[in-house]
């Protein structure tokens, strides 16, 4: 079986932000030589998520402040963060998007409707995703 | 490695609508002649979603009705939908039950739990899963 | 290909609760001999969830309690009940946090970020992950 693994790091510059990594992750594909098979691509960091949808301006802005109804940022609502950080929400966040996506690859191509692509985001710092 | 892909083309009647594809999953899964591997069964549609859950008609209705909950659908309150769309809420949903499944293969067979199948739906239009 | 199946039985005592399984799942990886490849670690319930994140009391505390925010238990709110379950908050809980987990295997071990571990929990009763 082949197999190819490579790591992305981003530095975010926001709270929360969302990074389109689609050419990234068809750019491994291409080096990976699969044909036919699955291409993981998986957080790094447990308040990231990996998701697959819509390049859109409106739509993220809709996204980001849609996450802020499923799990407010106020820090003092969480007994996470008396551990000293202030993050809980975003652990949060990650578990309703989700922290991972598995796309099939096709004739040597990632696989998804026209329009679609992978994005990152919705955490803190660093994200790496292989 | 065996590998083989299928895909379904599904038109749904209503905005929002859950279609159990199991029999079809589970059809091409025998075809495939894999004995030990991986199911992955992936939206081609981004306002999609696919997700393993049971096939009772008042849990379909809980599901939807409480997804409209989850991010109402209202175009109004969306920026994607200042583009002429008005599925934001499609999109939401999408992110939050997820956009494809991974089953394990066991002895030729999709091994999960009894009385588990897999669902389609959450989206418009055509859905499309390979 | 190579491959590697292994089942875990868990009886949980309350309503709902989560349990760090990253050990066991380390072990299976171990056992596997797979080098490169995917750990796929799936929910035998449809009332259960897999998920990766942080094993710290106070992030598992909030995570039990977002999630009567997301779907209240309430059983007379839900259509299923109908049926003589009590569960559907459970089975909406899931959709929420995820049925599976699929992590990658590099260099003979599971490849996430410091800090992460699988969990499972989110349900009723015996849960069981392969």
């Known amino acids: 079986m082949k ?13 929360q932000e969302i990074i389109d990594i689609t050419e990234h992750v068809a750019g491994e594909v291409e080096k990976s030589g699969v044909r036919e098979g699955l291409a993981l691509v998986s957080a790094m960091h ?7 949808n819509d390049h ?10 849609w996450l ?20 809980a929400a975003a652990h949060l966040r990650s578990l309703t998007v989700g922290h991972e996506v598995i796309v099939p690859i096709t004739a040597g191509k ?21």
């Not at 447990?46 to 697959?52: D, K, M, P, Q, T």
């Not at 969480?78 to 202030?86: A, R, V």
């Open 110 to 130: 990632l696989d998804f409707g026209r329009g679609s692509g992978f994005s990152t985001g919705n955490g803190t710092a660093r994200g790496r995703s292989g």
């Open 46 to 52: 447990i308040s990231a998520s990996v998701f697959v």
């Open 3 to 15: 197999s190819h693994t490579h790591y992305l790091w981003f530095n975010t510059k926001q709270r």
């Open 56 to 65: 859109e301006s409106g739509l993220w802005h809709d996204i980001l402040e």
């Open 68 to 87: 802020e109804g499923i799990a407010p940022w106020d820090p003092g609502r969480y007994q996470h963060n008396e551990t000293g950080e202030d993050n």
